[in-house]
């Protein structure tokens, strides 16, 4: 891969496509990064022990491809 943690990047390709983020986490052997502030999505969560489910916001990880090094 040619990023790591900690790396700012660029989105190349999809709905985010010119935003910026930093790196938060890296999955190698899946050649994919989760940014932080990009590809967010709505998810639905269980509620804890007889509480309320609620709808959440979070970041899903972006193939290595779609990101390049940011200046």
């Known amino acids: ?3 790591k943690k900690g790396d700012s990047v660029k989105v190349l ?3 985010d496509k010119g935003k910026s983020g930093k790196i938060v986490r890296a999955f ?3 050649n994919r990064v ?3 502030g990009i590809n967010i999505k709505k ?3 269980k509620g ?3 509480g309320k489910g609620s709808i959440v916001e979070k970041a899903f990880p ?3 491809s779609n990101v390049k090094l940011a200046k």
């Open 1 to 3: 891969m040619h990023v």
């Open 13 to 15: 390709a999809g709905k």
């Open 28 to 30: 190698p052997k899946e």
């Open 34 to 36: 989760l940014v932080e």
């Open 43 to 45: 998810v639905h969560e």
């Open 48 to 50: 804890k022990s007889k």
């Open 62 to 64: 972006i193939h290595v």
